[in-house]
């Protein structure tokens, strides 16, 4: 099962706001409240820094795609919750951003 499932009221295009884990009590990702679901709130907090990241340095997706080698669509589907990244690349990110992205063992 994907980390998200769609849920009733929301065209299946709609944007990530609209989309629902089964972990996920309410609200947008990645600013969601979770239910106690340690790996969701892991991948949760890594899609927040990466955001903030791409925004602290105004770079596009497509930027960071060239500067990591992590294919466009893995960024995308990371900063919406659709996926989930491996460390591999949690590493080529974090090493292209220049910043830690893992938030430890305490979310």
Do not use: F
């Amino acid at each position: 099962m994907p980390p998200y499932q769609h849920h009733g009221s929301c065209p299946k295009e709609m944007p990530a706001d609209c989309r629902r884990a089964p972990y996920c009590a309410g609200g947008a990702w990645p600013e969601a409240v979770m239910e106690e679901h340690h790996g969701a709130r892991v991948a949760q907090a890594v899609a927040a820094r990466l955001k903030a990241a791409l925004d602290q340095r105004g770079w596009s997706v497509a930027r960071l795609w060239r500067a990591s080698g992590v294919a466009r669509y893995t960024i995308a589907k990371v900063l919406t919750g659709e996926a989930w990244p491996d460390l591999l690349t949690i590493a080529n990110l974090e090493k292209a951003l220049d910043c830690d992205l893992w938030p430890g063992r305490n979310v």
